[in-house]
């Protein structure tokens, strides 16, 4: 799997994310700023759960301009069987025998995406998984706790 492809696919879904959340952005800003939504009585709170609304959507989209700007011009570094891993890693993982991909970065911890037919899940080293994986490598198994219980990943493979 080519991790440069796998980056520019993530900016053009935050780009695409971007546009529609501006767009978003400024209907609720709008609607928070349009002389309907002037209260009609103290009980009213419309126009102000509008405005908080237009805040958080702002917000949001200063986040995700922030991941696009580290994923512009993220340095992709190439992995091999005895490297530890770090950001930019892309990790195949198996836990009860199920395989998944995750990539390992600053930001962007939650987002998952369909690459090339395989799901793949950004985690940061600030996550349970993140902070297991990190300064691991192929072969070792990164050890997680999760309430009561305890999952072990396998590391299949590191690129």
């Known amino acids: 799997m080519n ?5 520019q696919f993530i900016i053009q879904q935050l780009e695409t994310d971007m546009a529609m959340l501006r767009e978003a952005a400024r209907a609720t800003y709008e609607a928070a700023t349009h002389e309907e939504s002037k209260p009609e009585n103290e009980y009213d709170t419309r126009g102000l759960e509008a405005a908080y609304l237009a805040g958080a959507q702002a917000k949001r989209v200063g986040e995700v301009e922030e991941l696009l700007s580290i994923c512009k011009y993220i340095q992709i570094k190439d992995f091999t069987a005895t490297d530890a891993i770090s950001s930019t890693a892309l990790v195949q993982i198996a836990l009860n025998d199920r395989k998944s991909y995750v990539f390992l970065m600053s930001k962007g911890g939650g987002m998952v995406l369909s690459f090339e ?3 793949i899940q950004i985690v940061t080293p600030n996550s349970p998984l993140g902070e297991a994986l990190l300064g691991l490598k192929s072969g070792d198994t990164a050890v ?11 590391i299949l493979s590191v690129q």
Do not use: A, S
Request: charged residues 35%; without cysteine; proline residues 5%.
């Open 3 to 7: 991790k440069k492809n796998l980056v």
């Open 144 to 154: 997680v706790e999760k309430g009561k219980q305890i999952l072990e990943y396998e």
């Open 117 to 119: 037919g395989h799901p």
